[in-house]
């Protein structure tokens, strides 16, 4: 797998630009319908299973309503009991020890029962217990041998000291072994509300439990779900209900989903399957509740005919794609292929080709931006040759003004009167300063020569000079010896001495300081050179050198600021100011370079 996973990028990139647009319109519409075919199918799938969800919930809540609403009514109905005269004599009799009167209230009380019994036919039988005796409907056959006083109901309600419904059971109190649920409340006298002590009395109502699983079935569908009437222990309520036998009823992890909550749902995984629990409690006995019990797979089988629609058009769009893919490939890479051969017009070093378009899209914009270039091109050509021209005039110009005659007239003027002075040692070493001037100004026809080169061509003027005017000046030079291999463009240096020679002591005739210091300062190459002389006005001077001139004053400053921005452009600086001595100072940062490859490698 992951050998056919890496040959896949380089199969991608082997292929032209059309195939691999062609492919990825494919794969995006493939993976579009994909996504939208399963994007609704989830939206319907979870539409349908909330509307299935509400409408089970609804439908679990009404059958719980209609359940707690006919037992609320039963214990109404028993409440009204209580209140009729006949219970009421009763109750008095009861108080008062009074078993004389036991078959009169029986007999009174038979029109209560058959009037409560035929307002609800879910009741099976009634039953009062008091000390004095049992009342009960005449119609049902009372078995004596078990007595309420002894039963679990009696013992259950001195625990809850309140009336309570039981789940079904076989009843104990009648022949005939008929399952029931069981009401059980304690007789009200018209004294106990007066805080008395407790009547003793108790009436049972016993409901069908086949009339009251009637009651619930009847409004459940059970087609597709399953139904249980449970307690909070996940007992059935009723016996023989077959919903409540579900082996869920008997997990702890499914009743632990129950909340608190009247009412609610809750999803539920049973053999590796999933199933929807709607409940809902009964306000009668909240322990009691109706459960709806339904698998998530039928709760979906409606969206069986969505899938199947759902890949078949997926499908169709996917075969559909190819045929639209191939043909707008086409059509959006016809500007492309129209540019690949104007650029290969432009490999045959033809400019003068340019791409038309009428549309104003993206590809269109590429085709505009490449004939920007081939604009550009033309004029950076143009530029190149304009510049090599001017670096070329720039380093005439710098070995004339080296040469300048007035400076060889000077020079031989003082060798000749020398000569004739017969201060022939003065004579030779002014003869030989001057050619080893000559020979390091030529440098064989080299553009950049060492710094130690260059600072000798600098010490052999100024042996010339100090002879020309003796005794005119002293010149100090401080350099790092580390310094000495780096690389500067030739005669960079010298016309910086020539300034303060020529302009800064020109009206001194003894005590000038020239001061040249070489130094790093962090990356770069720091040249100093300043004098004692009269200084200058650097923003006049600054000026001159921005505006050409044919003068030979402020030539040597401007020559070198041009040839600096030829060599390095930017990555240089020149400072022109006056030092605390008044005289001029002027400061070079210079790119420090080891050989002449890394040199013309940095200066382009």
Known sequence: MNTLWSLFPRLFHSISLKQRIWLTFVMLITLGLMATGSIAYLIASKEIQQSTLQSSQDTVNQSSQIVNE???????????????????????????????????????????????????????????????????????????????????????????????????????????????????????????????????????VNVKEEALRDLYMANLSKTNKRYAFIDAAGESVIFGDQTGEESFNRDPAFMAQFSDEM?????????????????????????????????????????????????????????????????????????????????????????????????????????FRFNRMLDEIKQLIEDVKNREREKRKAEIKALSAQMDPHFFYNTLNTIYCKSVLGQNDDVNEMILALSQMFQLSLSGGRDVITLGDELDHVRQYLAIQQRSYENLFECRIEVEEALLSCLVPKIMIQPLVENSILHGFKDLTSGGEIGLTIRTDGDWLHITVEDNGHGLIPEKLRQSMATPTTGKHGYALRNIVTRLQLYYGDRQRMEISNNDRGGACIELWLPCYGSEEEFHESTG
């Open 263 to 367: 009412k609610g749902s809750f999803f539920y995984s049973h053999d590796n399957k999933d199933f929807l629990v709607n409940y809902s409690r009964l306000d009668v006995k909240d322990d009691w509740m109706m459960v709806s019990i339904q698998a998530k797979d039928d709760l979906l089988a409606k969206l069986t005919n969505i899938k199947k629609a759902t890949t078949y058009a997926i499908l169709g769009f996917i075969l559909v794609s190819l045929f639209i893919a191939n043909n707008l490939t086409q059509l959006l890479l016809k500007p492309l292929f129209r540019l690949q051969k104007l650029m290969k017009k432009v490999e045959d070093n033809d400019l003068t080709v340019r791409f038309e378009s009428v549309y104003k899209d993206e590809v269109s914009q590429v085709g």
């Open 70 to 204: 006919r037992l609320k009514n039963i214990g109404i109905a028993i409440r009204a009991l209580m209140f009729n005269d006949a219970f009421k004599q009763l109750m008095k009799d009861v108080q008062n020890g009074d078993t004389s009167s036991y078959y009169k209230s029986l007999t009174a009380l038979q029109y209560v029962f058959s009037q409560v019994k035929f307002n609800d036919s879910m009741i099976d039988s009634i039953l009062i217990a008091t000390p004095t005796g049992d009342f009960y409907p005449t119609s049902s056959v009372r078995n004596t041998a078990n007595s309420f006083y002894q039963s679990e109901m009696y013992e259950h309600f001195q625990k809850l000291k309140r009336g309570f419904w039981s789940k079904g059971h076989i009843d104990p109190f009648f022949t005939g072994n008929q399952r029931v649920i069981s009401l059980v409340v304690e007789g009200v006298s018209e004294y106990s509300f007066l805080g008395y002590e407790p009547t003793n009395v108790y009436v049972v």
